[in-house]
């Protein structure tokens, strides 16, 4: 079957909307927290939706060339978090604000994956399928690293007094 050009388009521009504002969300994130763990962590996020949006850009240019794109694997959900830890030299306690924003992200970075799971059960094509279904594994690998940041927060420190803040 072969690719319709504007549809394809279509679909590529959304998903480098959705993209660019999640690395927008996650920077944003980044910028507003104390916590080296926490900040790190938003960094790791943001930097992979900027690559989530170069992958998609090369798909556009396979589009444009009418073929169809072939989306590349996922990495393992766990590497990211594994990577941020082995780069940190060490993280302070975490402030009420911190587990706010990494609570906050999680939910995020959930509706995110939601939409990207609804978009590929009603794609049109295989390829444009293909694409979301990716996207949303992808989602679910960045909920693990917020998920895991910030239970390692919570069993590492001290917090009983910031659960009462919260």
Known sequence: MALRV?????????AVTLEKEGY???FQA???TDNELAKRTF?????????HAGQIGRIRRIAAGKEPPQPRSVSPPRSMFDEIMRKLEQSGAPTAADLAALQEAL???AKLRDVYAHLAGTSPSGWEH????????????LKLT?????????????????????
């Open 6 to 14: 504007p549809v394809a388009e279509e679909a590529l521009d959304r």
């Open 24 to 26: 927008d969300y996650f």
């Open 30 to 32: 980044s910028q507003q």
């Open 43 to 51: 960094q790791a996020l943001a930097a992979r939706h900027a690559g």
């Open 107 to 109: 939910t995020y970075a």
């Open 130 to 141: 293909s694409l979301y279904d990716m996207l949303t594994r992808e989602e679910d690998a």
């Open 146 to 166: 917020l998920a895991d940041t910030l239970d390692y927060l919570r069993s590492n420190f001290q917090l009983s007094d910031l659960s009462k803040e919260e």
